[in-house]
């Protein structure tokens, strides 16, 4: 069945510090993408990438990167330079088997301190 | 519309009355999807919308809840008899066509409070 676990309920860190944020998903699809998705204090998801699993090479946005290893069924989220605007809850998430649907993590929620 | 809109923001409502909670998907989006988020946890799928149809409903937690959708477009959900457990955040997102694998783009939810 499918399933996304977020094992880290919540992290703190000081502005400027690197931090990463660990997803690991379980999929019966061959092919699948993976999604990240950024809940701020509004509440308002806001959708941050899509990964095909066909494509394992690291992806970079500003400070942004994820690393997406199929070996280790693992799709993991870095901020680098952490920043107070960072603080969040951030969600993964995955197709249903059937994909009519995504299926989330619990997400992890983020804190930076100034 | 450009986003995906929802309403009310916030609804305070007595145990026992019924509320309906609306969204209206972004034109074009055949696909609505409800979720629920109660405080602190993630999200909880309730029913999705393809067109009219709900080809699944089986996150709806109890006969109390039931949706629609019409003309391809708003959605309401409809919660009867509310209940202190139902107190949450309901979000609807919807997408391009009826597969997780477009991802979604999400309302900012109607925090529901039943006292």
């Known amino acids: 069945a499918q399933k996304v676990t977020q094992a880290q309920t919540e992290i703190s860190v000081v502005e400027k510090e690197d931090v990463t944020l660990d997803c690991v998903y379980e999929?019966?699809?061959?092919?699948?993408?993976l999604f990240w998705y950024k809940q701020p204090p509004s509440g308002e998801l806001v959708f941050l990438i899509r990964?095909?699993?066909?494509?394992?090479q690291n992806e970079i946005s500003g400070r942004y990167s994820w690393n997406f290893q199929k070996s280790t069924s693992s799709f993991n989220f870095t901020i680098t330079a952490s920043q107070v605007v960072d603080s969040a809850v951030y969600f993964c998430?995955?197709?249903?088997?059937?994909?009519?649907?995504?299926?989330f993590g619990t997400g992890t929620r983020l804190q930076v301190f100034p | 519309g450009a986003g995906v809109s929802q309403s009310p923001s916030n609804k305070v409502t007595e145990k026992g009355k019924d509320v309906e909670l609306r969204c209206d998907p972004i034109?074009?989006?055949?696909?609505l999807y409800w979720y629920r988020q109660s405080l602190g946890q993630g999200l909880e799928f309730l029913i999705y919308f393809q067109g009219n149809s709900a080809p699944d409903k089986s996150g709806l937690p109890s006969d109390r809840f039931s949706a629609e959708r019409t003309g391809g477009s708003v959605s309401t959900l409809t919660i009867q008899r509310t209940q202190q457990e139902d107190s949450a955040v309901y979000l609807c997102?919807?997408?391009?066509?009826?597969?997780?694998?477009?991802?979604?783009?999400f309302g900012s939810g109607t925090r529901l409070t039943v006292v």
């Open positions: 999929t019966r699809d061959t092919t699948y993408y």
């Open positions: 997102a919807s997408s391009v066509a009826p597969t997780g694998n477009y991802g979604y783009t």
């Open positions: 990964r095909n699993s066909f494509d394992e």
């Open positions: 998430a995955l197709p249903s088997y059937n994909t009519d649907k995504l299926i």
């Open positions: 034109s074009g989006h055949t696909a």
